[in-house]
Structures are given as C-alpha cells and as structure tokens.
C-alpha cells in the first residue's frame, strides 16, 4: 500500500485491524431496506451572533456512533503438551510427559485443543438504521488473511453491549455494513457530501487508540481526493473527502459529520509519519457509502456501472490546444471496443463534462459518477466534440462482467490484449501477413511497462503461433526464461520473460 512520493506514509485509522479484503455473498432479499437520507442543504448562515458551542448538535449524533471490537478464534493445545504428546496420548493411551497446564478446563484436562480468542482491533461505526444496520469500514471487521473476524462486538453509548454479524463488505470503497439486534437503536442521518465545499466546519467522532468516545473538530481540506493509494492501485474507488479534524487510530468506520450533526463521510485513513494525526485524515463520502451499504443491505452485493473508457484532465495546453475557454472535463483518450462507450458512440477526443446533469471537471470525479451509476440504466452524457455540445446516451454496462472479461485478456500482469482484428490493422497500421494477439493497454505499474505498449502485436511464445490472449498463458512454461516475439511500427524484436 504505497503512497507517492509526496505523502510520507499511510495508516488505516484503526488500532490493529489490517486492511484486508471481507466480501460476502448474500441471496437477495424479499424486502427492500431504505435508509433515512436528509436531501436539504446544509444551513450555512449562523444567526444569532458568534457560535460557541455544538453541544446541543452532538448531543443528537453520537449516541449512534459505537465501539467495534473484533476477535478470532484459534484452537492451541494446552500449555506443556507438544505434538509427540498428543500423538502418543490419541493413538497409545499414554499418559502425557508435559509439565503441566494452568488451564483446567475440561478440553485441557483431556488434552484436547483449547478455543482461543486473540484480540484482532479496534474501529468505529454508524448506526444508520433503526433495524441496527451499521455503517464501517471493511478493514475493521477483517483478519489478516482477509476473512471476516470470527466475532464482532458492538458497544453503544448506552453501555449496552451486541454481537453483530456481518451483512456485506465492499473492497473497493472500504465499506462495509454489519447489524445487530436491539431495540430503541438511535440513529445518525446521512446526508449528501456532494455540496460540501473546502472550509465546512466537520467533526470526527470515534473511540480513538479505545479512549472512549471522542469528538474532534476542524473543516473540509480538500473535495475529490484520489490517486493516494489508499485503496490500492486496480480498481478502487477514491474519491475521498480531505479534513483536518483528528482521525486516530480507532477512528475507522466512525463518522465524519458536518454542523448540523448529519453523516457526510466515513472517517478511513490518515497520512502520517508516526502513526498518530498530522491535520491530514480521509474520508469516504457519504454518497458513495450510501448507494454500497444499501446494495449490500438489499441484495449482498454491489453493482457498479461501467462505460469502457479511460480519461485525463485538461491541463492549461491542453485547453488551449483545443480551443477551450476552461479546463473543466474529463478528456477521453481511449474507448475500449465493444464497451458500452464505444456502442453508444463515444469517442477519443470527447470532453465529457456532464453525467445524467452531475457535473464533471475532471477524470477524478468522472471514475465514481460512472461507478454509481446502475447496470442496464440509461445515462445521458453531456459531451463537447469538435466544440460543439451533444449529448450522448450510453446503456450502462456492468462493472464486475467487465472486470472479469478484463482478467481473461490480461495474459501477463498488467497486460491488456486481445485477438487481432481488421480494425485493429487499420489503426495501428498493422499489414495483413502479420498475425497474433495486440496488446491494449499496459498498465503503469505492471512489470512490463516500458517494454510492451498498446499497439504491439505478439505473434508467438517460444516460436508457437498464438490467436487469443489464453493461448500466450497456455504456452508459458513456468519457471523458466519464454521467448515471445514481436511486431510493432514495421519491426521485429524478441521479448524475454519468466513466469
């Protein structure tokens, strides 16, 4: 989990919990679950005179916000045994040579495994609903092998104490949602983050290093944090709220709230040299923690929507390049074939800059407005081409189907390709006697950047010819150097690789 250079180091705001994958599957449910959501702005005008207190307003918040203590369960053999013991006592009836056992269960006495609990962390949450539906981050519900904890504890303000199970988690936001079963449960409001704007006044509210629940204040850094790194480089989605309110470890999966004590985000991370808070903390925002916890709620899973294109920002030359009076967009550079961009007719040199009336300034931005959109919906796409404005409509494909179509066209780590096609020929001037697999794309951190490059047609694997991008898998020997040969821009060359 490498953060660029320019950011010293990342710590998970949680105690001891890893950040670790917990996906669960689930049927679907018969009933659907809604979440109480406040749509109205946030007031920003204070009346009569200065503000000197939020007490009143944190009054109403914190009692949803609990305590998350997670366990695993482990099966160790009693003190003083070893395993020639255990294996002389089950198959020869012989007495045991340990030098004894402070626990005198009766598994101990028998000498069989004793049940363990190790303390895994400590984190945070938001009851959000009424049924006891609990919102966290997935990295504090986790175990270092990326399973879920054995045992959740739910600890409310009330004193009362729950076990809660886990309902869903999600490994590209960091979300996940647990319940309990209680009565008379308070609980927070969620409002939208969409109109936060850098210098709102926030509050951080946890159980940081498990002092008890504490409130921290500070405003909006930054909108629209990503690249960090965070949620690892393939296919998370960071979109993060910046603040300076304190987030130390603890602190996961608690709330992040604005004035009017309303849920805006979920405090997740911080960027620190020692571990403990510099004024730089991350929050996932509440729009995006809504739309997961509620496809989590309801059908055990989430669905993203999927356009099949990459984009970048527009720079100053850029902007100026192309005759544009601002550097608002996101710039289209590729369009993946047979992508729902692609079948709507979306194209390289698009600058969208609107998605189903949401603004779009920039690449950043554009990543989760497609991500929240819902498979098989219509968006309607607001796009400047040649410099005139159009609007496009594209059938929002299926993230996950892309996904794992992606995976089967990725032959080598970070390697796109596909089968050799006429249009493909056309574009990369590729003549007709040259055959084999065209590479696509090549991501920056695959150990083949700068070696291979979209455009670069493979044509065989150890002087076998290929077709399709599983023939290359097919044809690596493992362990061993693998000599593939290459076509690109009119010349030959041999590329070395080891599996």
Excluded at 133 to 162: C, M, W
Excluded at 274 to 297: H, K, Q, Y
Excluded at 431 to 440: A, E
């Amino acid at each position: 989990m490498k953060l660029p250079p320019a950011l010293t180091a990342l710590v998970l705001a949680c105690a001891l919990a890893p950040f670790a994958a917990a996906d669960t599957d689930g049927a679907k449910k018969e009933t659907t679950v809604e979440f109480p959501f406040d749509a109205k702005p946030l007031e920003r005008v204070n009346t009569g005179g200065r503000v000197v207190s939020y007490a009143d307003m944190l009054d109403k918040v914190t009692p949803a916000v609990v305590s998350i203590n997670t366990a695993q369960v482990v099966q160790q053999m009693p003190r003083g045994r070893n395993d020639m013991d255990e294996l002389l006592r089950r198959f020869w009836g012989l007495p045991s040579a340990g030098n004894g056992d402070d626990d005198d269960t009766p598994q101990s006495r028998n000498g069989r495994p004793v049940e363990r609990k190790i303390p895994l962390g400590l984190g945070s949450g938001t009851i959000v609903h009424a049924d006891g539906y609990i919102l966290t981050n997935r990295h504090v519900i986790s175990k270092p092998d990326g399973s879920v904890a054995d045992e959740i504890t739910v600890k409310l303000q009330d004193k009362r104490e729950f076990t809660a199970k886990v309902v869903g988690a999600d490994p590209k936001t960091d979300i996940a949602v647990i319940k309990i079963e209680g009565k008379n449960l308070p609980v927070a409001r969620m409002t939208g983050s969409d109109s936060l704007r850098v210098g709102d006044v926030v509050f951080a509210v946890g159980n940081p290093m498990g002092v008890g629940m504490t409130v921290t204040s500070g405003i909006v850094s930054a909108v629209g944090r990503s690249d960090l790194g965070i949620l690892g480089r393939q296919g998370g989605i960071e979109n993060f709220i910046q603040t300076d309110a304190s987030i130390n470890p603890g602190n996961s999966g608690g709330p992040l709230v604005d004035a009017e004590g309303r849920l805006v985000g979920v405090n997740t991370a911080i960027v620190s040299r020692t571990g403990g808070n510099i004024g730089i903390g991350f929050a996932v925002p509440s729009v995006i923690a809504r739309d997961v916890i509620a496809s989590l709620a309801n059908t055990g899973k989430v669905s993203r929507g999927y356009f099949g294109l990459s984009a970048q920002d527009i720079d100053r030359d850029t902007a100026e390049a192309l005759n544009l009076s601002n550097q608002k967009g996101a710039l289209v550079n590729n369009v993946a074939e047979d992508s729902p961009a692609a079948k709507a007719g979306l194209r390289d040199g698009d600058i969208i800059t609107r998605i189903d009336g949401r603004e779009v300034d920039s690449w950043n931005a554009l990543r989760p407005a497609i991500a929240q959109l819902k498979p098989g919906a219509e968006a309607k796409v607001e796009v400047l081409r040649d410099g005139k404005k159009e609007t496009i409509v594209v059938k929002v494909g299926d993230r996950e189907s892309a996904e794992l179509v992606a995976v089967e066209n990725m032959p080598l780590p970070g390697v796109q390709a596909t089968a050799l096609k006429q249009e493909h020929r056309r574009r990369f001037g590729i003549p007709d006697n040259i055959s084999g697999v065209l590479v696509t794309e090549v991501q920056p951190d695959s150990p083949l950047a700068g070696r291979l490059a979209a455009g670069v047609v493979i044509l065989n694997v150890n002087r076998e010819p290929i077709k399709e991008p599983k023939d290359i898998q097919r044809k690596l020997k493992k362990g061993r150097p693998n000599a593939m040969q290459l076509y690109y821009n009119g010349g030959y060359s041999y590329l070395v690789v080891r599996p």
